[in-house]
T-cell receptor, first 114, second 114 residues
Framework: GAGVSQTPSNKVTEKGKYVELRCDPI?????LYWYRQSLGQGPEFLIY????????DSGLPNDRFFAVRPEGSVSTLKIQRTERGDSAVYLC????????????FGSGTRLTVV | GNSVTQMEGPVTLSEEAFLTINCTYT??????LFWYVQYPGEGLQLLLK?????DKGSNKGFEATYRKETTSFHLEKGSVQVSDSAVYFC?????????????FGTGTLLAVQP
């Protein structure tokens, strides 16, 4: 596609529920990143994929968070047993290679846990 | 790992005023430096970048010069417009591994009044 697409754009869920957030990167981009942006803060790194594999998941806050990219294109960020503190905008970005030359970001998914 | 510090906002200016948003960094080596912009309701967009010392990145009337002596990458614009109202993020890659993930500052909100 022309840009990075993220769905849904908004998600409201109840505490304790499971959610999936989808990212469709720019075609041909092998590197894919997930970030989380809390209100008034800069984006914080969660996980990086190079192709199908998670090359760096050091930013995932705990084992409730998991992400996959089974075919090296679309990625899904999965959050189990959601907590109110998970409320944030989840951003996906992609690039041709690693992020040394900057990324293209999607518009994000605003997750609200009530 | 690498880090970045940018001035806190909000910055409130009148139209046609001169803008400076300060950004300083701590890094191993000489990584590329970036400014991203987030307009209201939109995702992050790459505004400009500089890939080596003394380089000047420019776009949409904004400029930033990569100064290794002062480890700074301040964003400037000679005459701001209302449409420049947004949050601006300074960023650089973190080379702590193979990730090349981007590290972002906390963001500076710019509000331009007519």
């Amino acid at each position: 596609g022309a840009g990075v697409s993220q769905t849904p754009s908004n998600k409201v869920t109840e505490k304790g529920k499971y959610v999936e957030l989808r990212c469709d990167p720019i075609s041909g981009h092998t590197a894919l990143y997930w970030y989380r942006q809390s209100l008034g803060q800069g984006p914080e790194f969660l996980i990086y994929f190079q192709g199908t594999g998670a090359a760096d998941d050091s930013g995932l806050p705990n084992d409730r968070f998991f992400a996959v990219r089974p075919e090296g294109s679309v990625s899904t960020l999965k959050i189990q047993r959601t907590e109110r503190g998970d409320s944030a905008v989840y951003l996906c970005a992609s690039s041709l290679v690693g992020g040394a030359n900057g990324y293209t970001f999607g518009s994000g998914t605003r997750l609200t846990v009530v | 790992g690498n880090s970045v510090t940018q001035m806190e906002g909000p910055v409130t200016l009148s139209e046609e005023a001169f803008l400076t948003i300060n950004c300083t960094y701590t890094a191993t080596g000489y990584p590329s430096l970036f400014w991203y912009v987030q307009y209201p309701g939109e995702g992050l967009q790459l505004l400009l970048k500089a890939t080596k010392a003394d380089d000047k990145g420019s776009n949409k009337g904004f400029e930033a010069t990569y100064r290794k002596e002062t480890t700074s990458f301040h964003l400037e614009k000679g005459s701001v417009q209302v449409s420049d109202s947004a949050v601006y993020f300074c960023a650089l890659p973190d080379y702590g591994g193979a990730t090349n993930k981007l590290i972002f500052g906390t963001g500076t909100l710019l509000a331009v009044q007519p």
